[in-house]
């Protein structure tokens, strides 16, 4: 059974024993069967919004500098950013190793070196040390670069909505009854049936408890920081 769309409202069709639909049908489907397609995706929407660092979600992005540039959008899907993965990626060309920057506060920045962002003089770039995220969604790399130096970063996204029958969900496909649950949820809601909605609601919100306990709550291990003399 493939793990994609179309199967997943399948799979809600099924347990209803309405007809299943196709790859030919399926992106003209009205009625009933247009809402189970928005129910599948309110229920992968539901557990993306569970937790803000869901490893499915995880993702790295490569941002190129540009000389002189120091403000930069963040990914237009991105819920949280590690701000301690910033690192500068090794490049023979450009005479550079692997830097890992130091985040700083938006107002630690601004109260030492916000002149960097309006100083066009080419005697302040060089090599960025620092990475500062800004209330805007913007991310600040200081000082201004010299070079085009590519920085790689992890984040964790908002997740996306399926959209044509061959989509695949980010979670694991293990998982997919937990987004069935989900649906049915909806479906049965839509349908009147309240009783079955709240048991189809309770098995959803169990199987989210168990995906919590399995990928959030764990403790891998302590570090100890503190310094010693």
């Given amino acids: ?105 938006y107002e630690e920045w601004l109260d030492k070196f916000a002149d960097y962002e309006y100083n066009s003089e080419a005697g302040v770039r060089t090599t960025p040390r620092y990475v500062i995220r800004t209330p805007s969604r913007e991310l600040i790399f200081s000082p201004p670069p010299d070079k085009e130096y590519e920085v790689i970063y992890e984040y964790f996204r908002t997740g996306f909505e399926l959209e044509v029958s061959t989509d695949v969900p980010t979670l694991p496909e293990q998982y997919r009854y937990t987004i069935i649950d989900g649906a ?23 199987g989210i408890k168990q995906l919590r306990s399995l990928h959030i709550n764990r403790i891998e291990g302590l570090r100890d920081t503190r310094v010693h003399f």
Avoid at 42 to 63: D, G, K, L, S, V
Avoid at 188 to 206: C, H, I, N, V, W
Wanted: net charge negative; charged share 25%; aromatic share 14%.
């Fill in 184 to 206: 049915m949820y909806y479906v049965y809601q839509f349908r009147g049936d309240t009783q079955a909605a709240q048991l189809s609601l309770q098995k959803f919100e169990q």
């Fill in 1 to 105: 059974m493939a793990y994609n769309y179309l199967e997943l409202v399948n799979d809600v069709n099924r347990r209803l024993n309405e007809v299943e639909l196709d790859a030919n049908n399926f992106g003209t489907a009205k009625g009933y069967y247009s809402f189970a397609k928005n129910s599948v995706n309110a229920a992968i929407r539901h557990i993306n919004q569970e937790e803000f660092e869901w490893p499915w979600n995880h993702a790295e992005e490569t941002e190129t500098l540009a000389v002189g540039e120091v403000r930069y959008s963040m990914p237009y899907d991105s819920k949280t950013i590690n701000m301690n993965t910033f690192r500068i990626k090794r490049d023979v060309s450009l005479n550079v190793e692997t830097i890992k920057l130091k985040p700083l506060s």
